[in-house]
């Protein structure tokens, strides 16, 4: 079964881009969109395996849990940069390249902001 990656707003490639904001609103975020229910039951799936009960932790420790593991755990970031790298043709992948370090911070900032926003799907 293949994914259809969701086309997003124009707005998002309008005005005076670099070419790294354009890679990031034309590749990476509907990628990011598109594996939304995968990294869903990835984070839940981390949580599970520290022992953290998220469910029972009120908004600001959800948030905490969140941030904290988005920022301190890199094995856990290195996999969900995997994941999203692991959806990328040739073509974007060698665009990748050129600013590997850069691309892999937007898709961690992009990729936890996303959990952030689905407090109530993670729980």
Same mark, same amino acid.
């Given at each position: 079964?293949?994914?259809?990656?969701?086309?997003?707003? =124009?707005?998002?490639?309008?005005?005076?881009?670099?070419?790294? =904001?354009?890679?990031?609103?034309?590749?990476?975020?509907?990628?990011?969109?598109?594996?939304?229910?995968?990294? $869903?039951?990835?984070?839940?799936?981390?949580?599970?395996?520290?022992?953290?009960?998220?469910?029972?932790?009120?908004?600001?420790?959800? $948030?905490?849990? $969140?941030?904290?593991?988005?920022?301190?755990?890199?094995?856990?970031?290195? &996999?969900? @940069?995997?994941? $999203?790298?692991?959806?990328?043709?040739? &073509?974007?992948? @060698?665009?990748?390249?050129?600013?590997?370090?850069?691309?892999?911070?937007?898709?961690?900032?992009?990729?936890?902001?996303?959990?952030?926003?689905?407090?109530?799907?993670?729980?």
């Amino acid at each position: 079964m293949e994914k259809v990656r969701p086309i997003l707003p =124009e707005s998002l490639v309008e005005g005076n881009l670099k070419e790294e =904001e354009l890679f990031q609103n034309m590749v990476l975020r509907p990628v990011i969109k598109m594996q939304h229910d995968i990294l $869903i039951l990835r984070v839940q799936s981390y949580f599970l395996s520290k022992k953290v009960v998220f469910h029972m932790m009120d908004k600001k420790k959800r $948030i905490n849990a $969140i941030e904290s593991a988005f920022q301190n755990d890199n094995p856990f970031k290195k &996999e969900i @940069q995997g994941m $999203i790298l692991g959806q990328l043709n040739p &073509e974007e992948f @060698q665009r990748y390249l050129k600013s590997e370090r850069s691309m892999n911070k937007r898709i961690i900032q992009m990729v936890r902001n996303r959990m952030l926003d689905s407090l109530l799907e993670l729980s």
